[in-house]
């Protein structure tokens, strides 16, 4: 089972380099997945790493490309089970100060950095090929994420 909360470290470049090294540095450490953009997007290309899954010490973590305009990062990626879920956290962010950023990104009123995703997304993502592709350039337009759109995305 994935867990509710996953520590997300932005990488300008390397993350999956990165993300081996501390799984052969560290007990308890290990790369579990891979995942590749499946479509082109702003800043990278189709089949580019866009994020990978691991365990640093036995603490999950998804490692994100930025890419060159970002430095090395940190935010807390919020696995959400509904669109219920999603707007309880979503808003309640927001109603305390925070703003929104895009594809289900808001940063609180201290600055710090969340992600409120739907696991229907993370599914879709991980199932890959052009499910993956019609999940991915919906997120892309989006704000705060749909789920009832997501899923018509998956469905095509």
């Not at 560290?26 to 479509?39: C, E, I, L």
């Not at 090929?129 to 919906?138: D, I, K, L, T």
């Amino acid at each position: 089972m994935k867990p509710k909360n996953t520590i997300c470290l932005w990488f300008k470049e390397d993350m999956l380099a990165a993300a081996n090294f501390y799984a052969a540095t560290f007990p308890d450490s290990q790369v579990t997945a891979v995942h590749h953009a499946p479509s082109d997007y702003p800043g990278g290309k189709q089949g580019d790493v866009l994020t990978v899954e691991f365990t640093v010490v036995g603490i999950p973590c998804l490692a994100l490309g930025g890419g060159p305009g970002f430095t090395n990062g940190f935010s807390f990626q919020i696995a959400t089970d509904d669109q219920a879920e999603t707007d309880r956290y979503w808003n309640a962010i927001l109603d305390n100060g925070g703003t929104e950023l895009a594809c289900g990104w808001c940063k609180d009123r201290w600055g710090l950095a969340w992600q409120i995703t739907p696991r229907v997304l993370t599914d879709a993502l991980a199932a890959g090929g052009e499910e993956a592709g019609r999940a991915f350039n919906a997120m892309m337009t989006m704000k705060k994420i749909d789920v009832a759109a997501i899923e018509a995305a998956r469905r095509g």
